[in-house]
């Protein structure tokens, strides 16, 4: 910001217009991210290979994708068979969750303090006598309301479970509920940080990261790089990974795979505990209490959604401090993607990669019928976009979101 004598009048005008122009890019207000407007048109530029394209647009799927690093949502989708992408700025988004009963799409926003915004489509425009809206947009998703939580919580993952929506407190070692009041509780835990007499909620030990989410806490899984506390702790360089990767029963609280180097996004789908064995770069599931691979794929694997046989799996470049954390990967070979698997074959049958990407968190879709996207496009006209702000209309959604 440019600094101003303002003991002078003669200089006020020129700060109170300054004051003026600021806070007019509707990226930046729907963030409440001043820097917002600034996104490099090249973290979109992608190349694809194989039938991505197509089996996104014979699902008639939206698929949603937060890049944490780059400060970014991005949504992929076919508009009259075209490939469709579009964006939202985001401080470092991770976790996604999706409300399909009230048609809410939440997004966990993890700078200090932690964030959670809520996102529903626009379904229609406000009548206006001083602007004609024309409409070009297919149900935008758009941010309708944020909450601010502390941000030692360090969320990752969220889930909808039971219709409540729930996080991994990495920074607590813990799961947390969020009430309608704008609070959280803790309402679960591993035994393993229960030790000389006390629950060790104080910091990070274990990387709680990811929840496969089942009908109800006890029938859901969590995902942690390791089951001990010992002084070294996720973050330091020679805090140990390799196989020490663990997936705890929400039942029992105690481990039920192993095996693991760095895991994420763990999904409970076709009676299996899927998960992304990041270290490895592997995509696969917990047969008889151990991590079996069904897929490798070209980067640090984070991110994963189902659709009918198809694992949209996400791929993410390894950061140079992190490399240790990935003893199973070619890191110069690493890429920002995702990537279309059959999960009866382990065939990767289509990818879609950004040659500028960075880092993948996490993948969830929804029916291209319910949203395409969001608001921003590279080639679309700002003016655009500040006409839809400026008009939108959202109705409750009477329909549940199946994708």
């Not at 993607?337 to 993948?360: E, F, R, Y």
């Amino acid at each position: 910001m440019a600094k101003h004598n303002i003991t002078h009048p003669e200089n006020l005008n020129d700060l109170w217009m300054h004051h003026h122009a600021q806070w007019r890019d509707t990226a930046q207000v729907t963030s409440q991210w001043q820097e917002a407007n600034e996104i490099d048109a090249g973290l979109l530029r992608y190349k694809t290979k194989g039938e991505f394209w197509d089996i996104v647009d014979s699902l008639k799927t939206t698929i949603i994708i937060t890049r944490e690093y780059e400060h970014l949502i991005l949504a992929l989708t076919c508009l009259n068979n075209e490939p469709h992408v579009s964006y939202m700025p985001m401080p470092h988004p991770s976790g996604i969750a999706i409300d399909r009963k009230k048609g809410i799409v939440h997004i966990a926003s993890t700078r200090n303090p932690n964030q959670i915004f809520d996102l529903m489509p626009v379904t229609d425009f406000t009548p206006r006598a001083d602007v004609k809206m024309e409409n070009e947009f297919d149900h935008p998703l758009i941010p309708v309301q944020s909450r601010f939580y502390p941000g030692c919580l360090y969320m990752h993952d969220l889930a909808m479970i039971d219709n409540k929506l729930y996080a991994n407190a990495v920074g607590q070692n813990a799961i947390v509920e969020f009430q309608t009041n704008n609070s959280y509780k803790t309402i679960w835990w591993p035994k393993c940080i229960e030790a000389k007499n006390k629950t060790h909620f104080d910091q990070n030990y274990i990387q709680l990261n990811s929840i496969a989410a089942g009908s109800n806490i006890k029938n859901s899984f969590f995902s942690a790089s390791s089951d001990s506390i010992s002084s070294l702790r996720p973050g330091h360089k020679n805090y140990p990974v390799d196989k020490k990767g663990v997936i705890f029963s929400g039942a029992t609280r105690q481990v039920i795979g192993r095996g693991l180097t760095r895991p994420h996004s763990a999904r409970l789908t076709k009676n299996k505990i899927w998960v992304d064995n990041s270290g490895y770069g592997e995509l696969g599931y917990i047969e008889d209490g151990w991590f079996e691979a069904i897929a490798k794929l070209p980067g640090w694997t984070r991110g994963l959604c189902f659709v009918e046989n198809i694992a949209f799996v996400g791929t993410s470049q390894v950061i140079p401090r992190f490399k240790q954390y990935a003893p199973g990967l070619d890191v110069d070979k690493s890429v920002c993607g995702i990537h279309a698997v059959d999960i009866k074959t382990g065939k990767i049958i289509g990818s879609l990669t950004w040659a500028a990407g960075n880092q993948i968190f996490a993948i969830d879709v929804l029916p291209r019928s319910f949203s395409s996207g969001f608001p921003f496009v590279v080639a679309r006209r700002q003016e655009k976009e500040k006409l839809l702000f400026y008009t939108f209309a959202i109705k409750d959604n009477k329909k549940e979101v199946r994708a």
